[in-house]
């Protein structure tokens, strides 16, 4: 990856951020500060790694992505709306009563998504039934699924990863966004996953460690991830929560609360101003 492709990859990860600033601000209500720490991973995926087609969504051979930490929706519909699968305008619609972009991902009213999540827990295991079938047709997709590093306190998470394990789904990439902050605090408060690496490698996993808002790094991930043939992958994403907005970032209080119009204005500007900083360096 070039520095001409690397900046176009800031940029579209700044509208994703306004995307998800935007939705939220509409909604009253919603999930910015753990979608914001995903943006990066997510624009990678949609933009340079998984092999998609807005114009045709459920094309057979396309790869699969699977949003296990379903309530980052705004993260997911503000990348698809960058791809091209639906208007951008349609962001300010998010959770309305009379929209398709609900408060969590629904694959029969949403382009582009190929799995409706919310149930923490319940995304990487149809992740992997993804990745199984794939195996067993002799197709050449590849899955990818995001999970939040509260979330894999779920004990489902972990009968997933002993049958990819199992089966040897080297198809599968598994992200853990580990911005260590969830709902009720920060994970070692709650109930700590750590060490999380040391889990997915004893699961029989490839596991690379990152920084998840550095897309070198990203970049190098998924490189180790496609030239792995014999097992599952699991990416260890260290990210910041409300990464992107001064206010929200490293703060539990952003995993659930929508801005009021004062910190829409403030999100958008430091946005905006992180744009123009990316172009003109």
């Known amino acids: 990856m070039d520095t001409a492709e690397r900046k176009q990859l800031k940029l579209i990860a700044c509208n994703v951020r306004k995307g998800i600033i935007e939705g939220t601000f509409n909604a009253k209500s919603g999930h910015p500060g753990g979608s914001l720490s995903i943006a990066e991973l997510l624009t990678y995926l949609y933009f340079k790694e998984m092999k ?12 699969r992505f699977v949003l296990s930490k379903g309530h980052a929706a705004p993260a997911l519909y503000a990348v698809l709306a960058e791809r091209g699968f ?5 962001l300010k619609t998010l959770r309305k009563s009379d929209s398709y972009l609900q408060g969590h991902p629904n694959m029969n ?4 998504v190929d799995m409706s999540t919310g149930s923490l827990g319940q995304g990487v295991s149809t992740a992997v039934g993804m990745a199984l079938a794939a195996q067993r047709s002799g197709d050449n997709f590849r ?8 979330e894999i306190q779920e004990g489902q998470v972990w009968e997933a990863a002993m049958f990819a394990a199992a089966k040897k789904l080297s198809n599968l990439c598994v992200i853990v966004d580990n911005n260590n902050l969830q709902i009720d605090g920060t994970v ?6 750590y060490p999380i690496p040391e889990k997915f490698a ?3 996993f490839n596991v690379i460690e990152i920084d998840g808002n550095c897309y070198c790094d990203i970049e190098k991930a998924f490189e180790a991830f496609n030239a792995c043939n014999d097992k599952p992958t699991a990416i260890i ?6 990464k992107g907005v001064s206010f929200m970032e490293n703060q539990v209080s952003w995993h659930g609360s929508a801005p009021n119009a004062d910190q829409y204005a403030q999100a958008m500007a430091e946005l ?9 360096a």
């Open 52 to 63: 998609v087609d807005p114009a045709n969504p459920k094309c057979e051979k396309r790869d």
């Open 86 to 90: 639906f208007p951008v305008e349609d």
């Open 109 to 112: 009213y949403v382009p582009g």
């Open 143 to 150: 899955v990818f699924t995001i999970l939040g590093d509260g």
């Open 188 to 193: 070692e408060e709650v109930n700590s996953p």
């Open 202 to 204: 004893a699961f029989g």
């Open 237 to 242: 994403a260290k990210t910041v929560k409300g």
């Open 272 to 280: 905006d101003a992180a744009k123009t900083e990316i172009e003109n």
